[in-house]
């Protein structure tokens, strides 16, 4: 069992890492860049290569000289406290290391970071004569908010339509939408497996499953498909034997509400899991509440992808909108995977989530539940090495009697 989850692993890291500073999924059509998530169905349907600037960031801070490249996205000049996963993408950009794209889609995102790289972008001048289109994304989550990003969607097609002078053949995104509604569906089938006690698989394969599919080179293919397929049907065995995952012996369920970052589940995460048995059930991306893309008609479709947007997409769902939902997402969330503790890692980067720090503490406080915030960051290692978040998260453990 160890051995096809280890396959499993491996068939989605070789798709997602290897830094490119060209497109992160290569198309024969021409090259787009946003500087976030651009609904991924849209341009793989449209026969595009796109990359998302920050994703690219993000990436470099998991090279060998990720030091290197942070520090030098701070001598470029951007303000010392923003998301070091944006500096990288800062200074591979000032630095005229990426490649060209044919135009540039951007929008207004849930991440002060995430702006300022659309504004770098729109503003880099040797750049100026590109095309370019720009959204603006509602800080609402209502049926007609997500008719509104549709509609902005559906002209940012007709954009690209206009650079390329092709048409959208929209039978063909609806195929891609069909591939994609099956690809969620079984992120979910395998998100309600880990509900189980012991946890059955390697939670951290549904973070892997769902960049597989929106962030890989192998973007929402058959391929992805199959690797989900598989994963699904081998959890499901492992519930019906009721067994754990290989060499854990489960002590502890936690969440860790955040992204993982490029260091934290390699190292800290899983020495947490192999020496003291507390796994993390749950994390930022892997927490799933997608709804099928609605495919009855044009609109319909766009609709969808708004929805997605703007209320759907891990990041966006978690820090765009109320504290009272991302504070009711940490009690579903450990009310449904038996959480005993939750961990804010408040990376110094994410001011919209750490304003609310002092409600969930609270929050968690009067429910019960233990709650450590650690102040990482989770693309920098030097700012709170592993071995420093790993000890602090043993004595939290132990001093909530959970070890």
Same mark, same amino acid.
């Given at each position: 069992?160890?051995?096809?989850?280890?396959?499993?692993?491996?068939?989605?890291?070789?798709?997602?890492?290897?830094?490119?500073?060209?497109?992160?999924?290569?198309?024969?059509?021409?090259?787009?860049?946003?500087?976030?998530?651009?609904?991924?169905?849209?341009?793989?349907?449209?026969?595009?290569?796109?990359?998302?600037?920050?994703?690219?960031?993000?990436?470099?801070?998991?090279?060998?000289?990720?030091?290197?490249?942070?520090?030098?996205?701070?001598?470029?000049?951007?303000?010392?406290?923003?998301?070091?996963?944006?500096?990288?993408?800062?200074?591979?950009?000032?630095?005229?290391?990426?490649?060209?794209?044919?135009?540039?889609?951007?929008?207004?995102?849930?991440?002060?970071?995430?702006?300022?790289?659309?504004?770098?972008?729109?503003?880099?001048?040797?750049?100026?004569?590109?095309?370019?289109?720009?959204?603006?994304?509602?800080?609402?989550?209502?049926?007609?908010?997500?008719?509104?990003?549709?509609?902005? /969607?559906?002209?940012? &097609? #007709?954009?690209? $339509?206009?650079?390329?002078?092709? +048409?959208?053949?929209?039978?063909?995104?609806? *195929?891609?939408?069909?591939?994609?509604?099956?690809?969620?569906?079984?992120?979910?089938?395998?998100?309600?497996?880990?509900?189980?006690?012991?946890?059955?698989?390697?939670?951290?394969?549904?973070?892997?499953?769902?960049?597989?599919?929106?962030?890989?080179?192998?973007?929402?293919?058959?391929?992805?498909?199959?690797? /989900?397929?598989?994963? &699904? #049907?081998?959890? $499901?065995?492992?519930?019906?034997? +009721?067994?754990?995952?290989?060499?854990?012996? *489960?002590?502890?369920?936690?969440?860790?509400?955040?992204?993982?970052?490029?260091?934290?589940?390699?190292?800290?995460?899983?020495?947490?899991?192999?020496?003291?048995?507390?796994?993390?059930?749950?994390?930022?991306?892997?927490?799933?509440?997608?709804?099928?893309?609605?495919?009855?008609?044009?609109?319909?479709?766009?609709?969808?992808?708004?929805?997605?947007?703007?209320?759907?997409?891990?990041?966006?769902?978690?820090?765009?909108?109320?504290?009272?939902?991302?504070?009711?997402?940490?009690?579903?969330?450990?009310?449904?995977?038996?959480?005993?503790?939750?961990?804010?890692?408040?990376?110094?980067?994410?001011?919209?989530?750490?304003?609310?720090?002092?409600?969930?503490?609270?929050?968690?406080?009067?429910?019960?539940?233990?709650?450590?915030?650690?102040?990482?960051?989770?693309?920098?290692?030097?700012?709170?090495?592993?071995?420093?978040?790993?000890?602090?998260?043993?004595?939290?453990?132990?001093?909530?009697?959970?070890?």
């Amino acid at each position: 069992m160890i051995n096809i989850y280890s396959q499993l692993m491996s068939a989605a890291n070789k798709s997602l890492f290897g830094l490119t500073l060209g497109p992160q999924n290569e198309s024969d059509g021409p090259f787009i860049m946003g500087n976030g998530d651009f609904f991924i169905e849209i341009p793989v349907a449209f026969g595009c290569s796109f990359s998302d600037l920050t994703l690219t960031g993000a990436m470099g801070t998991g090279l060998p000289n990720a030091a290197e490249l942070i520090d030098k996205g701070t001598e470029v000049g951007v303000e010392s406290r923003l998301c070091n996963a944006i500096k990288v993408a800062t200074y591979y950009l000032e630095a005229g290391l990426l490649k060209t794209p044919d135009m540039i889609i951007t929008t207004n995102s849930c991440c002060d970071a995430m702006d300022t790289l659309g504004n770098l972008l729109n503003g880099y001048k040797p750049w100026a004569h590109i095309p370019r289109f720009n959204m603006h994304a509602p800080h609402s989550y209502d049926d007609a908010s997500y008719e509104y990003m549709g509609k902005q /969607l559906r002209q940012a &097609v #007709k954009f690209m $339509e206009d650079v390329t002078g092709r +048409k959208m053949d929209m039978d063909r995104l609806r *195929e891609v939408c069909i591939e994609s509604n099956k690809q969620c569906q079984l992120l979910l089938e395998f998100q309600e497996l880990k509900k189980a006690k012991p946890c059955p698989a390697e939670p951290d394969l549904a973070r892997e499953g769902a960049e597989f599919k929106n962030w890989s080179k192998d973007r929402i293919s058959p391929q992805v498909t199959e690797w /989900l397929e598989i994963l &699904v #049907k081998e959890t $499901e065995k492992q519930v019906k034997e +009721k067994k754990g995952i290989e060499g854990v012996d *489960e002590k502890i369920r936690f969440l860790w509400q955040d992204l993982a970052g490029s260091w934290a589940s390699g190292t800290v995460l899983a020495r947490l899991q192999k020496e003291l048995g507390a796994v993390c059930v749950m994390d930022y991306v892997s927490f799933g509440t997608w709804t099928p893309v609605d495919l009855s008609s044009e609109e319909a479709m766009f609709t969808s992808f708004g929805k997605r947007f703007l209320l759907e997409d891990p990041m966006n769902r978690q820090a765009l909108h109320t504290t009272d939902l991302f504070c009711n997402d940490i009690l579903q969330i450990v009310k449904d995977f038996s959480c005993d503790a939750v961990i804010l890692p408040a990376h110094i980067a994410h001011r919209d989530t750490n304003s609310r720090i002092k409600v969930v503490r609270d929050m968690c406080h009067e429910k019960g539940i233990p709650c450590l915030v650690l102040g990482i960051d989770i693309w920098d290692k030097r700012y709170m090495t592993p071995d420093v978040a790993f000890d602090r998260m043993k004595t939290f453990f132990e001093i909530s009697g959970l070890l």
